[in-house]
Each structure stands twice: as structure tokens, then as C-alpha cells.
């Protein structure tokens, strides 16, 4: 495998991004950017505090209730790159073997796979193509190419934990995915319901994207969201290492929300009180996201991340 070569963003158009990159503080994302530090050396510690977190029983409208395996509570993320192929698939696939629910998207017009030569990318549209036909079209057009620059082992990766590609600008939040359960995509218990409680994008221009499209769409759900960028490169070894990071910081976060939880009598009271589709009451784990983000930044301070609280 190529260690250098590209693999879907870095010859992504500027138009498939979010058009003038919104910067912490500016404008009306109000985004806050975590502190960072030289802290020890990153541990693959995330996989093992996941499997460790336990918690009783929760509504249905924010959480899981403890699944069949006993693996107890877990936040619902999502993973966002640019074509839904390198960056946030490794992350997804992660995510998923710690027994998280997850989904992935990109934000891009069009997926994009570099080809013979920079000019002459191959180009997939979001949601219609899968990652098996994606293989075997580059397999059949220079499949020693494709091995060589990882594109085929990516690509063999990604259809173990999904159908293809999915454009995070055409999901319908709070809509049903039982297509995807049904086929058991990796991640997808837990998330019939539709919605995620934390977005991780992999890129800042995916943030802005994300961001903007969720302004665009006028919150229907008025539910909170929390959306965090993990500045990741666009290789293959920098995926792997993100995708660890990522790992790591979800474990974090779903700790802080066990240990915040409301009480399950509370819990049904507060869900008689407010609407289906109303955000559950949850100030002390929104409140300590950015602390959290701030010492998971200590620990990986080679990947830049930023936050902010969004809504659905």
C-alpha cells in the first residue's frame, strides 16, 4: 500500500466542501476549539473503556436500552468525511466493533476515488453505487494500480460494513432505517430510529458543511446534537490512527453520559412532560462535553478538534 497517496478529499473540488470555511466564534455556529497540549503518546485504550461502561434502562427517544448482550447504554454517533470512504469509514467500522450505534455519511456533491492520474479521478454518485461494484469496476479497469494506492483493500473494508456511500445532505433525520438494519450494515442497531446524539466529522470543511446544512434545515426536531471536528489527513495510516482517536473519544464521552444519566423514574416523568419529539433533559452531560474534548485533546494532540452544540 501506498503510504502517501491520496485517497477521496484530497482531490475534492472546493465546491464539494462548505463554501467559505465558518471558523470557531464566527457567525452563528458558534463553535468552541478544544485546547490541546503535548501529553503523553495516544494508547489504544478506547476499545477497552467501552467495553467497560454499563447502564440501566433509558427512554427510547435519546438513548438504547441495554441490548440483549448486556453491553449496556451507548451514545448514538456519526461519522462524517467528504466521499464516505477512507476517514469515516474507518471510524465507523471502529465504532461499531466496540458495539456503538453508528452511521457515516460525506459531504461531498459526488464520491470521489483518485485515478490513473489527478485530472482523471473515478467518479461515484452518493447513495445509488455500491462499495462492490466500486471494487470491481477498479479491479477490472487496473486492478494493480488499485491495489497498489490501497483503493481495493478500502474499498473490500468498506462493503464489510455497509452497502456504499450514503450523502450526508440527503439523510432525513428522524426517518426510519430499517433497510439498513435489515441488512445488518455494522452499527445500524440501535439507530432505527434515526437520529444520533454526537456527529464526528473528519475535516473542517465537513464541519462547516454539516453545520450549514443543519442551519439550513431549521431544527424540526429541536433536539440538541453535538458536532465535533477531529482534523484527520486523508491516507490511509492517518485513518487508521484517527479512527483509534475517535474510538477513544466516543469511550469518553459515553462514560460522562452514563454517569449523568437521569434517574429512570425522573426519566419517564420528564418523558409524560415533553413531546416524541422533544430533546430529553440532559444539561450536566452537554455542559461537560467541551472539558471532556479538551482532556481527550491532551492525549492526541496531533489531531486538532473543535466543537460545537448544533440541533436536529
Given amino acids: 500500500m501506498a503510504a502517501a497517496a491520496p485517497t477521496t478529499d ?12 465558518t471558523r470557531p466564534g464566527d457567525g452563528p455556529h458558534n463553535g468552541a476549539r478544544a485546547s490541546s497540549g503535548s501529553g503523553p503518546a495516544p494508547e489504544r485504550a478506547g476499545a477497552d473503556e467501552a467495553a467497560r461502561q454499563d447502564g440501566s434502562g433509558d427512554d427510547d427517544d435519546n438513548n438504547n436500552d441495554d441490548d440483549d448482550n448486556g453491553r449496556g447504554f451507548r451514545l448514538k454517533f456519526c461519522t462524517v468525511c467528504a466521499s464516505n470512504q477512507n476517514r469515516s469509514m474507518e471510524a465507523h467500522l471502529q465504532l461499531a466493533r466496540a458495539h456503538y450505534p453508528v452511521i457515516s455519511f460525506g459531504t461531498g456533491s459526488l464520491v470521489r476515488l483518485p485515478g490513473p492520474t489527478i485530472a482523471q479521478p473515478n467518479v461515484y454518485t452518493f ?15 487496473d486492478g494493480r494500480l488499485y491495489r497498489a494506492n490501497g483503493l481495493l483493500p478500502m474499498l473490500e473494508r468498506n462493503r464489510g460494513v455497509k ?15 430499517l433497510e439498513q438494519h435489515e441488512r445488518r450494515d455494522d452499527g445500524s442497531a440501535g439507530l432505527e430510529g434515526g437520529v444520533v446524539d454526537v456527529v464526528i466529522t473528519c475535516e473542517e470543511r465537513c464541519w462547516d458543511a454539516v453545520l450549514d446544512d443543519l442551519l439550513a434545515r431549521g431544527a424540526p426536531l429541536n433536539r440538541p446534537v453535538h458536532v465535533i471536528n477531529v482534523d484527520i489527513k486523508d491516507n490511509h495510516e492517518e485513518a487508521l490512527v484517527g479512527g483509534q482517536a475517535i474510538l477513544d473519544l466516543a469511550a469518553v464521552l459515553n462514560q460522562a453520559a452514563v454517569e449523568e444519566r437521569v434517574p429512570a423514574d425522573e426519566e419517564r416523568v420528564a418523558a409524560d412532560a415533553c413531546s416524541h419529539a422533544a430533546a430529553p433533559r440532559r444539561p450536566g452531560f452537554d455542559e461537560r462535553v467541551p472539558d471532556l ?9 496531533q489531531l486538532p478538534a473543535i466543537w460545537t452544540l448544533a440541533w436536529f
Avoid: C, F
Fill in 293 to 301: 474534548l479538551a482532556e481527550w485533546q491532551t492525549r492526541w494532540p
Fill in 163 to 177: 452497502w456504499g456511500p450514503e450523502r450526508w445532505q440527503d439523510w432525513r433525520v428522524g426517518a426510519p432505517r
Fill in 10 to 21: 484530497e482531490i475534492m473540488s472546493p465546491a464539494d466542501g462548505a463554501g467559505a470555511g
Fill in 127 to 141: 447513495n445509488t453505487t455500491s462499495y462492490e461494484a466500486m471494487q470491481q469496476e477498479l479491479a477490472e479497469k
